[in-house]
């Protein structure tokens, strides 16, 4: 009985723990997201000539990102843009911008 109640404090507790992480990913994901939001407008949902960015699927917003940042794709402010993001900024904002509708 007693070791039942120890194991289930452990789980629980760590229940807790990955919900805690989950939370302060997705703070961080908002966070580094809000710097789009001037030229590509709020949640990425663009009111005039900046392409909309929201709903788009993770996978190609983190191809652009990547592409430039590494040149690949050409750009006027967005290779310079990209280039203060690390791989895993990178996909925590393309996991983040594919969720919002
Ligand atoms: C200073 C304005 C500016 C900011 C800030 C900005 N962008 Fe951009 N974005 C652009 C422009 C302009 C383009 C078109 C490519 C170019 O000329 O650089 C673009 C293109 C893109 C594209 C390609 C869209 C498509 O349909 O092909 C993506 C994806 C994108 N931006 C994501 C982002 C994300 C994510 C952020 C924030 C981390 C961001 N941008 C911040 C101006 C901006």
């Known amino acids: 009985?007693?070791?039942?109640?120890?194991l289930?404090?452990?789980l629980l507790s760590s229940f807790a723990y990955a919900v805690e992480v989950r939370a302060s990913e997705i703070t961080?994901?908002?966070?580094?997201?809000?710097s789009c939001a001037a030229c590509h407008g709020t949640d990425g949902n663009s009111p005039g000539a900046m392409p909309s960015i929201n709903g788009k699927s993770a996978q190609f917003i983190s191809r652009a990102l990547l592409d430039f940042?590494?040149?690949?794709?050409e750009a006027t402010v967005m290779g310079?843009?990209?280039?203060?993001?690390?791989?895993?900024?990178?996909?925590l904002i393309a996991d983040y911008f594919s969720t919002l509708p």
């Open 69 to 73: 940042r590494e040149g690949k794709r």
């Open 1 to 6: 009985m007693q070791r039942l109640l120890i």
């Open 80 to 91: 310079r843009h990209a280039a203060g993001y690390s791989d895993d900024e990178i996909a």
């Open 8 to 10: 289930s404090l452990i």
């Open 28 to 34: 961080r994901a908002v966070m580094l997201s809000n």
